[in-house]
């Protein structure tokens, strides 16, 4: 008997976290469908290795119309999706007072509007398909969130704004969908050593690392565990709900 093999997509797969949830997900035997507006060395790579089962576009999150195709296109390559990760994310960092227009405009383009259109196609094409997971759920979607929604930090008011709103958008679809067989959750990562985070200075690493209980910042890799739970059967009777992942939480 072939096993089966889900399909999950990814926003911004080609680096940081969202690469590092596509390579385990790969492992684990699902096909894999992301975006991101530029290509990686890395993904081309992962996609060598796991012929067939690797979908990549180059597209914008904040271009809904692009999103609705890749979610349709998608489904051509892979005839079903199973899972929802929207991971991609910008954070301009900055003082409230002097950012600007374009900054905000990006962050809750990208952040938040991208990612709730993204899962928006995805729980139509889980309502319209036939259920064929293992656990006879429709499908799963996790939005990527961050400690700084509930936490807060100086100059990421926007970028927590719009992490703060994907978490209540996660609860309330949560509810929303949960009688039609749709998991809806969030994981709030702490500071991971990735592009995005580039800009934190040696004081506020060490800062972070001497208030965290593990003792050190978090990798790429401590967080797809959380998310290969979330989208598997495990998780079965776990809805509605944001994990935090941060080594014990840095004040
Ligand atoms: N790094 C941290 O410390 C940290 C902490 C907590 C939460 N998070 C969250 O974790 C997630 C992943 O972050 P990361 O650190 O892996 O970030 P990253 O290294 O900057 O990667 C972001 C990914 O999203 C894609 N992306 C960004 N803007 C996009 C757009 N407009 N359209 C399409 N794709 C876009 C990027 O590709 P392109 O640039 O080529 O488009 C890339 O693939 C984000 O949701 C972030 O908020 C990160």
Redesign the pocket.
Known sequence: MTRFSPTTII?????????AIASRLLERGDRIAT????GSAALLDLASRHPGRVHHEH????DSAAVRRFVANTVEAFGRVDHCVA?????AEGVLATMADADIDAMLS??LR?AIVLVRECVRQFLAQPRTLPDAAAGSVVV?????AARGSPGLAV?AAT?AGLEGFARCLAREVGTRGIRVNAV?????S????ATLSDADRERIVRRTPLGRLGA?GDIVGAIDFLTSPGAAFVTGQTLTVDGGGAA
């Open positions: 926003s911004g797969g080609s680096r940081g976290l969202g690469l975006f991101s507006r530029s597209l914008d999150a904040a991971n991609a994310a910008v954070a990208v952040n991208g990527v969130s961050s400690v700084v970028y992490k709030a990562p702490g500071f991971l990735t592009e995005l985070s790429t």
